[in-house]
């Protein structure tokens, strides 16, 4: 009998959250959140959840044509930075409105084809095109 618990299978599991789903930390214990995920290819969504020790972390994102959708939920007592695919900081809204407005969300820079907002804890939903 092989291990399961070998790295080779962690890796992989390390890169279906932080690379696919877009969950990671920057700094110990999920206080400081990325939320990046990185659509490509043949893959249109991706939904995971993360268990931290402050609560669970989630992501739901879906591409559709030029639309991408991402759904994210961030625990009580930590803040998380979230980068969505946009073309510029106005294309993006939060629960149907324009995200430079919503409660919570506050733009910080374009980064790399993606609009970068800090949000605090709570549900939100982005969408961009």
Not at 90 to 98: A, K, N
Not at 107 to 118: H, I, P, Q, S, T
Request: net charge neutral; hydrophobic share 35%.
């Amino acid at each position: 009998m092989n291990s399961f618990n070998h790295y080779a299978y962690g890796s992989v599991g390390e890169w279906m959250f932080s690379s696919l789903a877009g969950i990671d930390t920057d700094g110990p214990g999920f206080r400081l959140i990325v939320i990046h995920p990185r659509p490509g290819g043949s893959v249109n969504s991706a939904k995971a959840s993360y268990d931290s020790i402050h609560g669970p972390i989630a992501t739901d994102w879906r591409r559709e044509g030029k639309q991408f959708t991402l759904k994210a939920n961030i625990p009580c007592n930590t803040t998380a930075t979230v980068h969505v695919p946009a073309g510029s900081p106005d294309s993006v809204t939060e629960s149907g409105r324009p995200a430079s407005s919503s409660v919570g969300v506050e733009f910080l820079r374009m980064e790399n084809g993606r609009a970068v907002f800090a949000v605090g804890s709570g549900s939100y939903e982005f969408e961009s095109r």
